[in-house]
């Protein structure tokens, strides 16, 4: 979805397709979270129940606006001419367990529409096990001429693209489900390595598509899955629709690089969203989107969307590749904060299925011993925050190198978030890094009440 600049149809895989016991198939609008089957765990969900003309939970969903990310490609990459809003006319939960995202369009020509993103950005399978990325949706109901432009999308991004929005698509794209001008069909898309060209034939991507079984994509929910399976050798990613296999792709089709730097950082963020306009249906159609004839007010609806793992033991993002007492700590990777070399203040508690540092305060540090960065530069912090500070209670979170007292390199601000588990992926600029050092995250605030707690903290 990001970037898929000069896309075209891709070809059906039918013979690829084959029954999987874990998605269940409903036709009721409403549909709980399936039940986790044995072997599996429930990582993550939301089934978008709630009050009727509510935006989505703000501690499960960011709401992306307008045109781009700040300092991103303009058009969101792809050449998308809508406005994304925070208008409950744009997105809202519709009061019968269902998220809907509608794409308008005013008097002027011009069209909004909305776009989520998970405030998660971890999701990546256990060492040697699964994960499971579900969604159950409803495709905008319009197909013709009036469904020109059309482009509804659940896919996950890589985590480092927070905060630097030119690595893609080194650090990976998964298109769980896409559709454009209405055409009945799902396409599951794989982005990596090298734009242009690369072993994932960018900006194409590795693709596949079909036809929903039975009712089509749009007259009818139909459940959407992808399974990133670290399990199997060679280790595979494979996307379904109603638990029928239409696409995979495998480690063996990729250097060592390219599959490290999709798969080795700290996991994916989920979006949501409904395009208008842009690469991919503009080349489908063969012509600009959308047209006079593209009839506005129709949406994409969402039941639920839920993340399993499988196998492997605990998932990797509660440990670090470099605990202490090893050979130091790996810049890259999530560094947690309960595992600091020492630490100043805060208590350990549990938190997203490990633990953090909580209740961080003016004068408390975290210190990590001997973190590589070798010769390649960190121009970036990031840290996984949270803070139920009360009103007017906020501080910094600094980076120090070498010494609590030295200067920092780069911090960010933070205030309330929703609360002490309300998590968020908070990315900070910081002056480039080399080399071996002790790290110091220090906290420092003009009030003495505890504004922040800690979950992990990666450089990129």
């Not at 405030?119 to 699964?130: I, L």
């Not at 960010?412 to 002790?438: C, E, K, L, M, Y």
Request: charged share 10%; proline share 6%; glycine share 14%.
């Amino acid at each position: 979805m990001e970037f898929s600049r000069t896309r075209r149809v891709l070809v059906t895989a039918a013979a690829l397709i084959t029954a999987v016991p874990l998605a269940v198939v409903a036709t009721m609008a409403d549909a709980a979270v399936p039940p986790t089957p044995p072997g599996w765990t429930l990582q993550w969900s939301d089934d978008f129940n709630g009050a009727a003309n509510t935006l989505p939970s703000s501690s499960n969903w960011i709401i992306d606006l307008g045109h781009g990310y700040p300092g991103g490609p303009g058009n969101w990459g792809t050449g998308e001419i809508q406005n994304y809003t925070n208008s409950t006319n744009n997105i809202k939960l519709d009061g019968a367990g269902n998220l809907r995202i509608t794409a308008l369009r005013d008097g002027g020509g011009n069209w909004t529409s909305a776009r989520i993103e998970t405030q998660r950005a971890n999701f990546k399978p256990p060492a040697g096990g699964k994960l499971a990325i579900e969604g159950r949706v409803q495709m905008p109901n319009v197909t013709g001429q009036a469904a020109l432009g059309y482009w509804p999308a659940f896919w996950a991004l890589g985590s480092p693209y927070r905060g630097n929005y030119w690595n893609w698509p080194a650090i990976g794209e998964f298109d769980i489900m896409e559709n454009v001008n209405g055409i009945n069909s799902v396409w599951g898309v794989l982005h990596c390595g090298v734009n242009p060209g690369g072993p994932c034939n960018e900006t194409n991507g590795l693709g596949a598509s079909r036809t929903c079984p039975g009712a089509s994509c749009q007259s009818a929910f139909h459940t959407y899955r992808f399974e990133w399976d670290e399990s199997s050798s060679p280790k595979a990613f494979r996307w379904y629709v109603d638990g029928q296999q239409f696409h995979s792709v495998n480690q063996s089709q990729f250097d060592a690089t390219t599959w490290n730097n999709m798969t080795s950082h700290a996991g994916y963020f989920l979006l949501l969203n409904l395009a208008i306009g842009g690469a991919f249906p503009n080349g489908v159609a063969g012509h600009g989107t959308p047209t006079a004839a593209t009839v506005p007010g129709h949406s994409m609806l969402v039941d639920y969307v839920a993340v399993w793992s499988a196998g492997g033991g605990t998932q990797p993002t509660t440990t670090t590749t470099n605990p202490p007492g090893g050979s130091g700590w790996d810049a890259f990777s999530d560094i947690q904060a309960e595992q600091a070399t020492s630490r100043s203040g805060g208590v350990i508690e549990a938190a997203e299925g490990g633990q953090a540092v909580a209740q961080l305060r003016n004068g408390n540090s975290l210190r990590f011993s001997g973190v590589r960065f070798g010769s390649r530069t960190a121009t970036q912090f990031v840290a996984r925050a949270a803070s139920g500070a009360s009103g007017g209670v906020s501080g910094l979170v600094e980076v120090r190198l070498d010494s609590p007292t030295a200067a920092p390199v780069g911090s960010f601000a933070i205030a309330n978030t929703g609360g002490w588990q309300s998590w968020r992926t908070v990315p900070a600029n910081i002056s480039g890094i080399t080399g071996t050092h002790d790290v110091y995250v220090t906290f420092t605030s003009g009030q003495p009440a505890p504004y922040v707690s800690l979950n992990w903290i990666r450089f990129g």
